[in-house]
């Protein structure tokens, strides 16, 4: 829920330099970013509530700058900087907040939650999120602003908004420097933790009408095994999933009009239960809710393209090597939202491909990338908690720089957002980042007319392979234990 207790400092009262412990950032975005996690209660009519982490600008980014002389500091001015400065430390929160998480990777890998901890905390430790905890939302205009639309209360620019669905077994926590580093572009991201059963574990809180005593009711992973049935249970999950995009959506427009506010103030909207400590009012008429975008990587994928077909207040969506596999084949036509696919060579296939090429193209563009020499899991935080050679022992890192990959990918994002969400066409700006890097290709580099890659059949190795690596770094932990188990070399620590 946030912050968890930790031995190591915060930064500095007014500091902008995160710790060493941070994820980083990538790409060249001008904003310092805050986040803030919210939890809205269900309304008793169909609607079961959201949980997500906000990400959003909160300052300028300043250059560093030398040391003042003593004549410059009798001369200095009263002049406010444009950039938001707190005299307040900045908090940056855990990546691993709740060991829940990780014991629930370990129930879905089959593994040891003592061996799985160990795996964690060994590499991980207290590894932190790149955005301030609960820093202010920027609230100054700057002339450079790269969005038009401006703020009625003359607080600063309307942000676009984004929504996030993360991969199965994975949180709102696990994308944290693609969610970090697109809202320093001036987006406000809002990733959503899924409770469908689709993440290695959440939880809900819930009210006694009686008593008013709040309880915490946690949500395990749903196992599907072979025969059982996965296509209708993923499907469903689906529609969880995208009924979750939407009412996040909702919420951001909520938060829009400044009707959102905590469960015993009585508010218009939404009651919020987890973040009623923050003032949510700084975010009244500071969103630009007509342009929105859905986002989601592998399962979200599938997650981010339905969600934009049924409901067209998301203006376009980004897939990062989705898997498309959950979407029910009428579902396709409806898809006339232009949409960016960001593929990785190794992961991807040739049902799953077709499946990219029903969508409607004729209704909207739908440009696709290949990115080679990296991973499924290269789009995750993953790729940058195990650099090196433990990367990729444990397959989340491929043989590309995950820093320069991640800016690849995302300056891609960036540069189609800019363009969909003003309704214009997206390939030739796309195809001007993509000259930038060798290891991207537009289009695909699956052979559509390979058998051996063709089916989505459960028994294929290729289905195994994509359930094991469908957003779940939990996999590649199992399958590194499983190898060094029969070496005897982690085995035996």
Not at 114 to 136: C, L, S, T, V
Not at 164 to 176: C, K, P, T, V
């Amino acid at each position: 829920m946030g912050l968890t207790s930790s031995s190591l400092p915060s930064t500095p009262a007014g500091s902008r330099v995160k710790p060493s412990t941070a994820l980083p950032t990538v790409g060249c975005g001008m904003y310092e970013v805050g986040c803030a996690d919210i939890m809205v209660a269900s309304n008793g009519s169909g609607d079961n509530g959201v949980f997500m982490r906000i990400f959003y600008p909160t300052a300028l980014k300043i250059e560093p700058q030398p040391e003042p002389s003593e004549s410059d500091s009798d001369n200095e001015s009263d002049s406010e900087s444009d950039a938001t400065v707190t005299d307040d430390p900045i908090e940056y929160p855990l990546w691993n907040e709740r060991r829940e998480y990780i014991n629930g990777l370990a129930e879905y890998r089959q593994m040891s939650q003592r061996k799985i901890h160990f795996y964690f905390d060994w590499i991980i430790g207290e590894r932190r999120i790149p955005a301030g905890w609960q820093q202010p939302l920027f609230n100054k205009r700057h002339p450079n602003f790269v969005h038009a639309s401006k703020s009625t209360e003359a607080k600063g620019p309307q942000f676009p908004v984004a929504v996030f669905s993360h991969g199965l077994s994975g949180s709102r926590l696990i994308y944290s420097t693609y969610c970090t580093s697109l809202a320093s572009y001036g987006y406000v991201v809002a990733a959503v933790e899924h409770r469908d059963r689709s993440s290695s574990w959440t939880y809900r809180l819930k009210t006694d009408p009686a008593t008013g005593i709040v309880t915490e009711e946690g949500i395990s992973m749903l196992m599907v095994h072979d025969g059982e049935g996965e296509f209708k249970k993923r499907n469903q999950q689906n529609h969880t999933r995208v009924a979750e995009c939407i009412r996040a959506l909702h919420l951001l427009e909520e938060l829009n009009m400044g009707q959102c506010g905590p469960a015993d103030k009585k508010p218009k909207g939404s009651k919020i239960v987890v973040g009623q400590e923050f003032d949510w009012l700084q975010f009244k008429n500071r969103l630009d809710i007509s342009k929105a975008a859905v986002i989601g990587h592998s399962m979200g994928g599938a997650t981010a393209v339905a969600a934009a077909a049924f409901s067209t207040d998301f203006r376009c969506c980004i897939v990062l090597d989705g898997w498309l596999y959950p979407i029910e084949h009428e579902l396709y036509a409806q898809t006339t939202m232009p949409a960016l696919m960001l593929n990785v060579d190794g992961w991807q296939w040739a049902e799953n491909i077709k499946r990219i090429q029903r969508m409607n193209s004729e209704a909207a563009e739908k440009p696709l990338f290949t990115f080679k020499n990296i991973v499924h899991q290269s789009f995750s935080d993953f790729t940058y908690l195990m650099p090196g050679f433990m990367g990729r022992k444990f397959g989340v890192q491929g043989d590309i720089d995950p820093h320069v990959a991640g800016e690849a990918y995302l300056e891609l994002s960036v540069a189609f957002l800019r363009q969909a969400l003003s309704g214009s066409t997206s390939v030739e700006a796309l195809r001007e980042v993509a000259q930038r890097y060798e290891f991207v290709v537009e289009g695909t580099t699956v052979d559509l007319e390979d058998e051996e890659t063709a089916t989505d059949d459960p028994k294929s190795d290729d289905h195994q392979t994509l359930q094991d690596s469908n957003g779940d770094a939990g996999s590649s932990i199992a399958a590194s234990e499983t190898e060094s188990d029969s070496t005897g070399t982690t085995s035996n620590l």
